[in-house]
């Protein structure tokens, strides 16, 4: 009897995935799950290079290509002319998982237009009702190839520094301005802390307004380094070296946690059944009634205080 198609050897997956860094990262343990409950795959991910380079870093992909390509515009037309070349890299691959939006079943069409034989279509948008982690459902679509997620977290496995310096990582942004603090009471919060230094990390989100975090800052005489607009990388190489992260519901929120960083998360109106990473070294402070303004520097400085204890607790029944 020939072995079905997963069953090879060598199978070729291809998992399919834009959205921001925090989808991106909701979604690893899925295609964690592909690499290991595969036997021996080929994996690779098509989507934003700078964001899906964390899936190779990992050792989760084998490659990663770029979804910004001219010849792709086609594939989301119906009856559309299909470019050879891509048709082809579609077609070899023995599994492929895509998270695209697709409403009207363009892409999908085309994809077994072009040869795709076994695809599997997952949920561009979360449950909201349900509270199963956002992870938990983007790996629902591998259940129909008997794949079952029992982690709904990763470790990217990057080594921290043999001496790591004394310094709380801030992420005082987000994509989203409701999502967000203010950056007074992250001043107010950075002062009430016994730290030697921060790292303040931004991104194009805050590039217009993080000037006002950090000139309150230098008013206090806090010191701090500023990572700004790197490339994800880069941020997690800086992370991984920090005691602790303070941030919001937020993509680099989802890196640090990855990082195996303990964190404390400030959560507002989103519910952080679904969206707070599900790693074991995070705490989420929830805000009362949903509003982020009533929390205080003051109570999320007494969080943080408890923090290394509930860490050397956690390390110790590890």
């Known amino acids: 009897m020939e072995p079905t198609p997963l069953l090879q050897t060598r199978p070729r997956v291809l998992v399919i995935r834009g959205g921001a860094i925090g989808d991106f990262i909701l979604t690893l343990p899925a295609i964690r799950l592909l690499r290991e409950g595969l036997p021996n795959p080929h994996l690779e991910v098509l989507g934003y290079p700078g964001i899906a380079a964390l899936a190779t870093a ?7 290509r770029s979804i910004e390509h001219g010849a792709m515009a086609p594939f989301f037309a119906p009856g559309a002319k299909l470019d050879p070349g891509l048709s082809g890299y579609f077609a070899s691959f023995t599994l492929v998982v895509s998270y695209l939006y697709d409403p009207d079943g363009f892409f999908a069409g085309n994809l077994k237009r072009a040869g ?3 695809l599997l279509q997952g949920s561009h948008r979360m449950e909201e009702t349900s509270e199963i982690p956002a992870a938990a459902q983007l790996a629902r679509p591998l259940e129909q190839v008997a794949l079952y ?7 990217l496995g990057l080594q921290p520094p043999s001496a790591p310096p004394p310094v709380i990582a801030f ?9 967000n603090w203010g950056y007074e009471r992250w001043a107010e919060l950075a ?27 230098e008013r206090r005489g806090i010191r701090f380094q500023h990572l700004e607009g790197a490339p994800l990388p880069e ?7 920090c005691q602790l ?21 400030l959560f507002g109106q989103t519910n952080p059944e679904i969206w707070a990473p599900r790693n074991p070294a995070v705490t989420v402070l929830r805000a009362p009634g949903g509003q982020l303004a009533s929390l205080t520097p003051a109570a999320v400085a007494e969080k943080l ?3 290394p204890r509930a860490e050397a607790e956690r390390a110790t029944e590890g």
Not at 149 to 155: C, F, H, I, R
Not at 235 to 241: D, E, F, P, R, T
């Open 149 to 155: 997620l029992e982690q709904p977290w990763v470790s």
């Open 245 to 265: 992260y303070v941030g919001h519901d937020s993509g680099i929120s989802h890196l640090a946690a990855a990082c195996d960083l303990p964190c404390v998360l």
């Open 305 to 307: 205080s408890a923090e």
């Open 116 to 118: 795709v034989k076994t």
């Open 58 to 64: 990992a050792g989760f992909a084998d490659a990663v």
């Open 191 to 217: 002062s009430l802390l016994d730290a030697e230094s921060f790292l303040i990390v931004s991104g194009e989100a805050e590039r217009a307004t993080i000037g006002d975090l950090l000139a309150n800052l």
């Open 171 to 179: 992420h005082p942004g987000s994509g989203s301005p409701r999502k």
């Open 235 to 241: 941020v997690a190489k800086a992370l991984v070296g």
